[in-house]
């Protein structure tokens, strides 16, 4: 989308607040995050192009303010411009931006006419590079409708970790960025099939349990609130995709690779994922 070429306004919205800036992409996802919750919907990909990316908010109706009271400060501290139709039928931009200690915003169009009221609302961003760009676009669209956190990986994570910007989780195999106080069990909702079947993967082919297991096997022995049926099928997504088969015999089972050798599982003395194959495979007794 180009910029629009009439400035309707430059204002000044009040001071910053005192948290102090944000790394773009940390503020680029609470932007997303606050829309998400605001029009109670997840935007879809309109564009990607390098390292630009647009999503778009369908069918949604709101007062320019809105943007400025949901993410204003967010977009200020992000390379983000936000276009929508107004009640005059043509497209308006709106970017946000920080003089001094004072939050600005300032809207343009083709017109260069007034408006309140707007329709759609795109998010398009500059980021430095495309894989950058391609890593935030993923977890932006990963978001739930209002997530209280997310997991993360790749390029991404690692610059939200530079930045101190993760739970501290050591030995997940995910990083996890929390808007809010969050559990286990919050941090085990936010994964989602693709990342569970990334975990079960690499337990299969690397004996690697890592700290989501522990999770999932605490809340599994506690009887807390579970969506097994998604582990369970991520689990046999796992195994088909790297040749396991079950071999079933009179009055016992066998789980075999794709070389024919057999894996043993030991629920006593083994790990939490161990556990949990032996459970969701076999589930054989009350517990």
């Known amino acids: 989308m180009c910029s629009l070429t009439r400035t309707i306004s430059e204002e000044c919205l009040g001071a910053v607040p005192a948290t102090g800036p944000r790394p773009a992409p940390l503020a680029y996802l609470s932007a997303v995050r606050a829309f998400n919750c605001f029009f109670e919907t997840t935007p879809v990909l309109l564009e990607s192009n390098a390292a630009a990316t647009t999503l778009l908010y369908r069918n949604v109706s709101y007062l320019w303010q809105d943007v400025v009271e949901q993410a204003g400060v967010f977009a200020a501290q992000t390379p983000l411009r936000l276009f929508g139709t107004t009640e005059h039928r043509e497209t308006a931009e709106m970017d946000f931006f920080q003089q001094d200690t004072v939050l600005m915003a300032r809207r343009r169009s083709a017109s260069g006419r007034e408006f309140d009221h707007l329709q759609g609302l795109a998010l398009q961003a500059q980021w430095p590079d495309a894989a950058l760009a391609q890593n935030m676009t993923a977890l932006a669209l990963s978001l739930s409708s209002c997530p209280v956190c997310c997991a993360v990986s790749g390029p991404a994570e690692e610059i939200l970790r530079t930045g101190g910007l993760l739970l501290p989780t050591p030995g997940s195999l995910f990083g996890y960025l929390t808007w809010q106080r969050v559990s286990s069990l919050d941090l085990l909702l936010c994964l989602g099939a693709a990342h569970q079947t990334q975990l079960w993967t690499q337990f299969l082919t690397e004996g ?42 009179q009055n016992t089972f066998r789980l075999l690779d794709r070389e024919g050798r057999e894996q043993r599982f030991d629920f006593a003395r083994g790990g939490p994922a161990e556990k949990l194959a032996l459970k969701l495979l076999f589930p054989l007794d009350d517990k």
């Open 208 to 249: 690697r349990q890592s700290l989501e297991f522990d999770w999932l096997w605490s809340s599994y022995y506690r009887d807390g609130p579970l969506y097994l049926l998604e582990w369970e099928l991520t689990l046999r997504t796992a195994l088909a995709q790297l040749g396991f088969h079950m071999e079933q015999r």
